[in-house]
């Protein structure tokens, strides 16, 4: 099948989708395939729900003339993704990193909107699906595009780049996420650097934070911008506060490693010449949400939930950050970190450790890496465990931490808190 033919019928709605469940009208089903299911057996369903085309890879489902039959729906949506980026030819930003993905794009996207019609990731759909979902989401009128990057294996990052082809691309850090799948620190370094490696081929720009040395060492060979030297950052108690010229900017983000996400967020929108009010208004009014960093008051308690996603090194910043906090009778309940693989037994371990030694005593420990460790810290096998634990304990008057990887679900703790 010519993509070009399916690019023409894309073009007459611009919408895409891959659940029937969650149908548009109008739209182009692909039916892509999973480990539990065939969307080649939803086709006519999509139809039958008001989709107005369908692609399919199964050639008895081609039933109507409105049903693409192609050799590979996956690849299809890639290519078709591919295409429309070229046709469409606007400033594309990409970022990647172990960290701040979500966080970076949601304050990039809340800055450039200020000005410009902007399309970003939804969510975290920043794989090899979501990505070309992303471009698909752009029209005649998108001006800029903001896409997130993810991968937990050597080449994705790669892929997604020459998918996206972006002009801008930032790394936000480097740090001990999916180990499991890149072996070692080194080989995180090398991955999420393939964004770099698109960047220096094609002579598109690099946005790289100065006090980030290897940011700075892999990106030399590349044009590149810097963080403005007019943000400076003030403090975080809990939230970040910096200046930008003469501007005095009080964020809602906790944390001092939040930092960075905003301080490229006004680099971008300063490349982009957005008015500095503009870009102080949108990092002031921007609110973090589905678990990342939220605080929570409830009764006498206050909750600083980031149980969206967790690795070493994000445990770490959230552990520091939280310690040097004003706040009193604070609490940690830290949650199991998955895809470290033969690192996993030693970072649950070190950061047993570093809880301790902030003399955060009566902190708690969940899950089955953290039940495993050396440590006098309270330890529960699961979630659910901790959730019977907690029906029959009345905090009161504290500061409580609560992170861990997304898996542990650690977000209905706070409904027995």
Do not use: W
Not at 148 to 156: D, F, L, Q, T, Y
Not at 321 to 350: P, R, Y
């Amino acid at each position: 099948m010519n993509i070009e033919k399916i690019y023409i019928a894309y073009q007459e709605h611009y919408l895409v989708d891959t659940d029937t469940r969650s149908i548009r009208k109008n739209t182009m089903f692909f039916a892509l395939r999973g480990v539990n299911f065939n969307g080649n057996v939803f086709a006519a369903e999509a139809i039958a729900k008001g989709a107005a085309y369908a692609v399919v890879d199964e050639e008895k489902y081609a039933t109507a003339p409105n049903i693409f039959h192609v050799s590979d729906v996956l690849a299809t949506l890639q290519a078709l993704a591919k295409h429309h980026r070229n046709v469409l030819g606007i400033p594309i930003v990409a970022l990647t990193g172990s960290n701040g993905k979500t966080t970076s794009k949601e304050l990039i996207h809340a800055v450039l909107r200020k000005k410009y019609v902007v399309v970003a990731t939804k969510g975290n759909l920043n794989n090899h699906i979501g990505v070309p979902l992303t471009l698909l989401s752009m029209c005649p009128t998108t001006e800029i595009a903001v896409v997130e990057m993810g991968a937990n294996h050597p080449k994705e990052i790669a892929f997604l780049s020459d998918l996206v082809q972006p002009d801008y691309g930032y790394i936000t850090n480097f740090g001990k996420a999916h180990l499991e799948g890149f072996g070692s620190l080194e080989g995180v370094v090398r991955a999420k650097s393939e964004l770099y490696d698109y960047l220096r081929k094609n002579h598109k720009i690099a946005i790289v934070n100065p006090e980030d040395a290897k940011q700075v060492a892999r990106t030399k060979e590349i044009n590149r911008i810097f963080f403005s030297s007019d943000i400076i950052y003030k403090t975080a108690k809990p939230f970040v506060q910096l200046t930008f010229n003469d501007h005095l900017i009080t964020s809602q983000l906790i944390g001092g490693y939040n930092y960075t996400n905003i301080a490229a967020a006004i680099t971008i929108g300063v490349t982009f010449e957005v008015p500095e009010p503009s870009i102080c208004s949108a990092i002031s009014n921007y609110v973090p949400t589905n678990n990342r960093s939220q605080i929570i008051k409830k009764d006498s308690l206050t909750i600083i939930l980031d149980a969206y996603n967790a690795n070493p090194t994000s445990m770490q910043h959230a552990l520091d950050s939280f310690a040097v906090q004003e706040a009193a009778n604070k609490l940690v309940i830290f949650g199991d970190m998955f895809e470290l693989g033969s690192d996993s037994a030693q970072e649950h371990q070190d950061l047993a450790e570093k809880i301790l030694a902030y003399k955060l005593k009566d902190s708690i420990l969940v899950g089955t890496h953290f039940s495993k460790v050396s440590s006098p810290l309270q330890k529960f096998p699961n979630t659910e465990a901790l959730m019977v634990y907690l029906k029959s304990k009345h905090y009161s008057n504290r500061s409580i931490l609560i992170k861990g990887s997304r898996g542990m679900a650690l977000e209905k703790l706070v409904s027995f808190l």
